[in-house]
């Protein structure tokens, strides 16, 4: 090591002592770097987040062509039924969010996973008419993966929810037992019965006319949440809806142009 570097190293150790002592102001999550926090990100990556705006489909959030709904209703969803009441998303799944989400999924960043989840809150300041909620249950995930990713996405973003709302997260109501392959590779069909029977009820007490808000990083065909929701229902739930941060592309077809 040359003496130069040397140096520049010691200088950097005593400027990480100095920020131990006065803890300099927090930086971005997303990119580490830009200081001025604004709804939990920093404003450039804030920037790179695709949001959805209106018109969207009525029923599962996604956003639409000009005159091509029926009802108010995307193409994709006048040929599905859901479980759950409605669906809304805040943010395309492509570009920055897509790097973001697989941070948080792959590389332990529960700061961020927390950071994206107050994005959400705005989105519920924005839309306060969505619904009104007795609990938070976030879209379970199967304990293997809960170990090797250390938490469920899901529940890192219902916890700036939860301050919001005033409403508790369960994560213990419902759980995932099976661990279904990869939904990506899959089919629009395949993803719905790749789900069916994947979660089940274990305190089905605490759903008993319970106006859930269901929430999960994406919704892409709607197959996971649809199934969780189908279940919840039938242990009792009144109403389920679904918050997602970000909505997938299904294929081309669904942007109707
Ligand atoms: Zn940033
Ligand atoms: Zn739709």
Known sequence: MKLADLKKLVTEIG??????????????????????????????????IVLIVPPICNLCGRM?????????KC????????????????????????????EVKY????????????????????YPKYGKFDLIIPVPIHPQKLAIRGYNQAELLSIPLQRHLGIPVK??????????????????????????????????????????????????????ASEVSRMLLRAGALDVKLLTLAAGVIDKQWLHQ
Not at 28 to 37: K, T, V
Not at 64 to 72: F, H, I, M, Q, V
Not at 83 to 91: E, H, I, L, M, N
Not at 171 to 195: G, H, P, Y
């Open 171 to 224: 994560s213990d109501i419902i759980i995932r037992r099976k661990l279904t392959e990869t939904q990506n590779a899959l089919d629009r069909e395949s993803r719905f019965s790749n789900v069916r029977q994947a979660f089940q009820v274990v305190r089905p007490g605490a759903l008993t006319g319970k106006c859930v808000l269901l929430v999960d990083d994406i919704m892409t065909t709607g197959a996971t």
């Open 75 to 102: 193409q994709e969803c006048c040929g599905t039924a859901y479980y759950f009441s409605k669906a809304r998303a805040v943010a395309m799944y492509e570009g920055a969010l897509r790097e973001y989400l697989a």
């Open 15 to 48: 400027q990480g002592a100095v920020e131990l002592v006065f803890p300099a102001e927090p930086v971005c999550p997303a990119c580490g770097r830009e200081p001025g926090l604004y709804r939990g990100l920093g404003r450039q990556c804030l920037k790179r």
């Open 64 to 72: 639409l062509r000009l005159n091509k709904a029926s009802d108010g």
């Open 107 to 126: 590389r332990y960043r529960p700061d961020l996973g927390m950071a994206l989840g107050e994005l959400m809150v705005e989105w519920l300041k924005a």
